[in-house]
């Protein structure tokens, strides 16, 4: 089926620790998004990619960096991992229509 | 800037009951606003979004939102509730105000729905 395809679907790290969460969507859309979801805080925007070459901040993008690496994939990466980074990160993307989602990564870093 | 609020992080009804979830929002300008769902251990779904043309909006699995710009709401109903809409449901916002991305969206603390028998 069509989406946004996220990978891992869970991850542990060490604090300090470095890794890249992979997303890819198949729906030919433009722009893309990392979210990170924490329990009552709903969702916050982390970094988007309005079109390919493109990368912005969101509202907390400290400590993490992105990649568009073609129209299909954008990845997030932690250079160094700390325990507040532990979450559930979302990919989504979208064109002339509302977000789509991928099914989520949920890291813990200890 | 544009935010939501979510009132009641959690909202129990009965089978049968009429489900309605709360959201007030800020804008400065005219708003775009969606709700979504998000079941467990998975991504969130669209369920229904706003964009100035009706202001009664109606979703799938039977729900609909009513946009009253003098009350600043996007309060969320559904007649009937039924076991399966148990999930977390969650109000955004969009920023932007022009152009056609949705995607810079603001969300809700969002609101977890139990579905008793």
């Known amino acids: 089926n069509a989406g946004v395809t996220q990978t891992p679907k869970f991850q542990v790290l060490k604090t300090g620790q470095s890794m890249t969460l992979q997303c890819a969507q198949d729906?030919?859309?433009?722009?893309m998004y990392w979210y990170r979801q924490d329990p009552g805080m709903g969702l916050r925007l982390i970094y988007y990619?309005?079109?390919?070459?493109?990368?912005d901040k969101g509202e907390v993008p400290n400590g993490y960096n992105v990649s568009r690496l073609n129209k299909r994939e954008f990845s997030l990466r932690l250079e160094s991992a700390a325990p507040s980074q532990t979450s559930v990160y979302f990919c989504?993307?979208?064109?002339?229509?509302?977000?789509?989602f991928g099914n989520g990564t949920r890291l813990t870093v200890t | 800037a544009q935010s939501v609020t979510q009132l009641g992080s959690h909202v129990s009804v009965s089978e049968g009951a009429l489900v309605l979830l709360r959201c007030n929002y800020s804008?400065?300008?005219?708003?775009?606003l969606f709700w979504y769902v998000q079941y467990p251990n998975q991504g969130l779904q669209l369920l229904l979004k706003?964009?100035?043309?009706?202001?009664l909006v109606k979703g799938i699995n039977g729900f609909e939102a009513e946009f009253k710009k003098s009350e600043t709401s996007f309060h969320l109903t559904k007649p009937s509730a039924h076991m399966s809409d148990a999930a977390e449901y969650f109000c955004?916002?969009?920023?932007?105000?022009?152009?056609?991305?949705?995607?810079?969206?603001?969300f809700g603390q969002g609101t977890i729905l139990t579905v008793h028998p």
């Open positions: 989504a993307s979208s064109g002339s229509s509302p977000l789509h």
């Open positions: 729906m030919n859309h433009n722009s």
């Open positions: 990619s309005a079109s390919e070459g493109t990368t």
């Open positions: 804008s400065s300008v005219p708003p775009y």
């Open positions: 706003y964009t100035s043309a009706a202001t």
């Open positions: 955004a916002v969009r920023v932007n105000a022009g152009g056609t991305s949705y995607g810079k969206l603001t």
